[in-house]
Structures are given as structure tokens and as C-alpha cells.
């Protein structure tokens, strides 16, 4: 793995540079790209700033987000090319053949990078990639202004979920702190990035909250979703982000369940847990993911799929209280420490 410094001194000798993050983009990769892609800019490189996916809705306020491009002119000459928040190529596919032979720099926090560059900084203890993008133009000595700091911002804040995961380490409290003094207005990203809401959104969060129900013990909650309601809210896969987290989060319950109801006859199921491993449960119907949030597609009626997970998800939380292999949970904790 290279340092930082080097990386640095690689990005002050280039004048041409392509910035560019993962596909289907979150708060990260666009807030890395446009911190990096402007500061650079702003201390006299040519920098083109490009997203395959382009810039979600929700970031286009991001000063700057503008200058992001979704097409690279067909012959690339770059002196070099920073990849952003990305793990492996695939994170970047569509552009990957095109850019592989020139000078690439990996700069990323997921364990799992596959060091695919030419120069590689990748550190997982990084709460988000923005926060390396920082510490980066510290060591650049490029001053953070007003665009830059939003954006470095909303790539910290939305990886650490509000500042609520457990990637929240001090230094990304301390990074944030210096964007705050930079100039982050709060008013204008909270209200866009976190609280807005669709109108489809909030009609297929009241469709699903409608079908809630609990097991026996209350220790599993779910909500079912039939393609009919999906189609009357006219909603789409994405409209559905986080409306799982209402079954996880209701009080007593240890793992919340969604079934979503495909046209073609599978049910997609989304599994969350608080303190046991559901990406086992998920492996065993075919599916993976994480330990807490897990997923699988299950060919069958929605009402047999409720069944079969129900059946295996309720033994696994029992099994879980008999092995006392829960970690503490906030209730647990005595409210006294
Ligand atoms: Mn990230």
C-alpha cells in the first residue's frame, strides 16, 4: 500500500486528471468525487469529474454537481485517474477497459478492496471515503472552502448514517468538525439529504406499515408488499430504502422481515437483525449479504415465503436467547451507566 504523501506528490505533478466513483452512486462516492474533483480544480489542475450514473437527485444541490460528466469522450488521455469508494472494478465497470492502462489511484475504506491500482490507499478504519479525500488535500496543503467542505460532508454524514453506525469513530467527528468550520450550512443539506421524502415513498411506507404483523413472542416483526400495492403507489424498489428499519426497530423485536412480492412469481426478502447473524439464514434459502442485513429471492407464493423464513427466523432468535450469544442491547443496559 503507498502513503497518502505519495499520492499527493502524484496528483501535484498531474495536470490532467480523471476523478471518478462507484456505479449506482451513494453520498460518498459523490461527495468524495465532487471534494476532491473541485479542490483539485481550485489549485490549478484540469480535472474532469465523472459519474457512470451520474448525480442522484438527491445531491444535485451539491454546489459543483453540475461540472459532473456521464460521458467520457471515446479516446481518454489522462495523466492520471483517481478512483474513488470503490472496492473493485467492477464498482466502475462501464469504464473500466477504457481507463485500465493509464496511471490509476485507488483511494477507498471498504477491507475488501482488491488494490486494482497502480497506487493504492486503502484504509478501512476511514469512516467514509471522504474523510481519506480530506486528510488527502491537508497533505496537499489545498485549502477546503465552502463547495468542498459541503460535499466532504455529505460523504462523512451519509456513510456513518447521521453520524449514528458504528464507523462513527472520533476522527470522523473531528473531520466533520473542521468542514463545520469550513462553512457547512446544515439547513441546506439536512432537509434534502435526510429528511426528504417522496410522495411514493411516504404511499408505499403507509401500504406497508398497513400490513405489519408479529410473532408470537413479538421477537420478529414483518411487512408484506404485493406487487398491486407497489403498482397503486406507483412505487419502484428504491421507494422502499429503509422501510424494513420500522419492523427492526419496534420495541422487543430482534429481527424485522420484508417480503416484497416480484411480478414474475418470487418473492424478494429483506432480513434485519440487531444482534444475530441473518446472513447465515439468508445463505441457507440462497441468498447472502451481512450479518445484520441480509437478503433472498424465493421462488413461491408471498404467503408460503412468509412461512418457510418465519419458521426459520423465530427457531434462530430462540436458538440465539439459548446460546446467549446476544450482545447487550440498549435495553439491557442498566439505565444507571
Ligand atoms: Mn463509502
Known sequence: ??????????????SNILVTSHIMPDGDSIGSLLGLGLALQQAGHAVTMFSVDGVPDRYSFLDGSEKIVEKLPPKVDYDCVVILDCSDQDRIKPIWEQVKELLIINID???????????????????????????????????????????????????????KFENTTPAAHEVAARLLEAG??????????????SRTAICILREALNTLRYSEDGSVAWITLTEKE???????????????NYAKNIEGVEVGLI?????????????????????????????????????CFLEMSIKEA?????????????????????????????RCC
Do not use: W
Not at 500500500?1 to 498531474?14: C, D, F, G, P, Y
Not at 416484497?260 to 449479504?289: M, N, P, Q, Y
Open 109 to 163: 475504506h471498504h477491507p475488501t478492496n482488491h488494490f486494482f491500482g497502480n497506487l493504492n490507499y486503502v484504509n478501512p478504519d476511514a469512516s467514509a471515503t471522504g474523510e481519506i479525500v480530506y486528510q488527502l488535500l491537508l497533505e496537499m496543503a489545498i485549502p477546503v472552502d465552502e463547495r468542498v467542505s459541503a460535499a466532504l460532508y455529505v460523504a462523512i454524514s451519509t456513510d456513518t448514517g447521521s453520524f
Open 259 to 295: 417480503f416484497r412480492e416480484k411480478s414474475d412469481g418470487v418473492v424478494k426478502v429483506g432480513f434485519r437483525a440487531h444482534s444475530i447473524d441473518v446472513s447465515k439464514l439468508a445463505e441457507t434459502l440462497g441468498g447472502g449479504g451481512h450479518a445484520r442485513a441480509a437478503g
Open 184 to 197: 457547512v450550512k446544515l439547513r441546506e443539506i439536512t432537509p434534502r439529504v435526510f429528511d426528504l421524502r
Open 1 to 14: 500500500m503507498n502513503r497518502l504523501a505519495e499520492i499527493a506528490v502524484r496528483l501535484k505533478s498531474s
Open 230 to 244: 407497489m403498482i397503486s403507489c406507483g412505487a419502484r424498489d428504491e421507494d422502499l430504502d429503509g422501510v424494513v
Open 306 to 334: 412468509v412461512e418457510k423464513v418465519l419458521d426459520l427466523v423465530v427457531k434462530e432468535v430462540e436458538n440465539g436467547r439459548n446460546h446467549q450469544s446476544f450482545e447487550a442491547s440498549r435495553d439491557d443496559v442498566p
